[in-house]
């Protein structure tokens, strides 16, 4: 089993749509980060976070430390918003780095 | 301020060759991480450098793979001898300290023929 698991594996939605990515961990952590990886390749760092909630333009994260689950939300989604979204742990007890599979993304116009 | 810096953006190499790959933090940032990500899997953590020192490799392969950030000069992970298995795209990220987000690099894509 993986130390971070993410839902769905694949998304499509309408241009506009109210976007949810889940993510849930098994490990301790010490901070949750959230990543975006387009079709070229590049990685873009969205958000990390140890507790609460982060907003950043129309992009939103949450995590709930005693559930060991973080969502990102994505609102009036764009097709340029099409992209892999990639949910990361750093360890509590060390500097290990523990990755999910990520979230394809697709908006439609 | 110009972001993460990798070269070479696509290097391909023969089996039993060497690549070495090279990573300049964004300037200020003295902490760098290497990842790999094969096709069609996520992204591992391979090794975690502070200037002149290797803080955590626990992510990297024992044999043929090693990495060092000089005091002067770019991160360099280092493969030798290198086989098929090895093709993938190698990200480095940088942050100005441990507890900072990262930032990262174009990634360099490694083909092993």
């Known amino acids: 089993k993986n130390e971070v698991e993410q839902s769905p594996q694949n998304l499509t939605a309408q241009e506009g749509e109210f976007i949810t990515i889940n993510c849930s961990y098994s490990?301790?952590?010490?901070?949750l980060h959230w990543l975006q990886q387009h079709p070229g390749g590049g990685i873009v760092s969205l958000f990390m976070?140890?507790?609460g909630k982060k907003k950043h333009g129309r992009l939103i994260a949450t995590i709930n430390i005693q559930e060991k689950h973080s969502s990102l939300h994505i609102t009036a989604s764009h097709p340029r918003d099409s992209a892999v979204y990639i949910c990361a742990v750093r360890s509590g007890t060390g500097n290990q780095f523990y990755f999910g599979t990520g979230t394809s993304l697709t908006v439609i116009p | 301020n110009a972001g993460v810096m990798q070269n070479p953006r696509h290097l391909v190499r023969r089996r039993g060759q060497e690549a070495r790959l090279r990573c300049s933090p964004m300037k200020g940032h003295s902490h760098v991480y290497w990842y790999r990500q094969l096709p069609e899997e996520g992204l591992k953590f391979m090794v975690y450098?502070?200037?002149?020192?290797?803080?955590?490799e626990s992510g990297m392969p024992k044999e043929r793979f090693s990495a060092e950030f000089p005091k002067e000069g770019p991160s360099i992970l280092r493969i030798q001898q290198v086989v098929r298995g090895d093709s993938a795209a190698y990200f480095c990220?940088?942050?100005?300290?441990?507890?900072?987000?990262?930032?990262f690099g174009d990634g360099t894509r490694l083909s092993i023929l």
């Open positions: 990220a940088s942050s100005p300290s441990h507890n900072q987000p990262q930032h």
């Open positions: 976070l140890s507790s």
């Open positions: 450098l502070q200037k002149e020192n290797i803080i955590d």
């Open positions: 490990v301790g952590i010490s901070a």
